[in-house]
T-cell receptor, first 112, second 114 residues
Framework: QKEVEQNSGPLSVPEGAIASLNCTYS??????FFWYRQYSGKSPELIMS????GDKEDGRFTAQLNKASQYVSLLIRDSQPSDSATYLC????????????FGKGMKLTVNP | DVKVTQSSRYLVKRTGEKVFLECVQD?????MFWYRQDPGLGLRLIYF???????EKGDIPEGYSVSREKKERFSLILESASTNQTSMYLC?????????????FGNGTRLTVT
């Protein structure tokens, strides 16, 4: 059973701080990694994707991937109250049925 | 932008009813998916389809069926609704194989079975 684990949380940070969200996965064949943001009562929306080792930056968001250690993280710099949401890590493997496996999510609260 | 539209935002049905949840995407995506999301359990895949008339079971297909007669439309059917099927249902689509193509979600249907 392929698993994706996220810290249980919740995570609370002050406005302007860096929020760090982590995710580990069990399947070494995993090829693609995604971070989704889900506001309360809304559906998940894609905010980052990463496919190779290293960092990928998009505005205030940085995704970090380390395939050897089987973890992927999301850093949010200069956190804003509007970043308060649940963040879902999702991992896909190549071939086969090609399903995404989601973590259970980490709730982030950014306090003004 | 990709648009995935679910026909209903809220539904209330009675136990034993046959329930249809409809989903339409407008970007000619190959793959379509149905998930349910429950507190503490996260997103769980019910069924997915990678082509018209093709379907594959996800992790929790029991009590559900699906239909994909047209590329843009993917329907989830609850043959005989039960209270344990009360949940948020999310439809999603992806352009091609998910390993290099992210999912785009609809707004969700919150189904209550009484």
């Amino acid at each position: 059973q392929k698993e994706v684990e996220q810290n249980s949380g919740p995570l609370s940070v002050p406005e302007g701080a860096i929020a760090s969200l982590n995710c580990t996965y069990s399947d070494r064949g995993s090829q693609s990694f995604f971070w989704y943001r889900q506001y309360s009562g809304k559906s998940p929306e894609l905010i980052m994707s990463i496919y190779s080792n290293g960092d990928k930056e998009d505005g205030r968001f940085t995704a970090q991937l380390n395939k050897a250690s089987q973890y992927v993280s999301l850093l949010i710099r200069d956190s804003q109250p509007s970043d308060s949401a649940t963040y879902l890590c999702a991992v896909a493997t190549q071939g086969g049925s090609e399903k995404l496996v989601f973590g259970k999510g980490m709730k982030l609260t950014v306090n003004p | 932008d990709v648009k995935v539209t679910q026909s209903s935002r809220y539904l209330v049905k009675r136990t034993g009813e046959k329930v249809f949840l409809e989903c339409v995407q407008d970007m000619d995506h190959e793959n379509m998916f149905w998930y349910r999301q429950d507190p503490g359990l996260g997103l769980r895949l019910i069924y997915f389809s990678y082509d018209v008339k093709m379907k594959e079971k996800g992790d929790i297909p029991e009590g559900y069926s699906v239909s994909r007669e047209k590329k843009e439309r993917f329907s989830l059917i609850l043959e005989s609704a039960s209270t344990n099927q009360t949940s948020m249902y999310l439809c999603a689509s992806s352009l091609r194989a998910t390993y290099n193509s992210p999912l785009h979600f609809g707004n969700g249907t919150r189904l209550t079975v009484t």
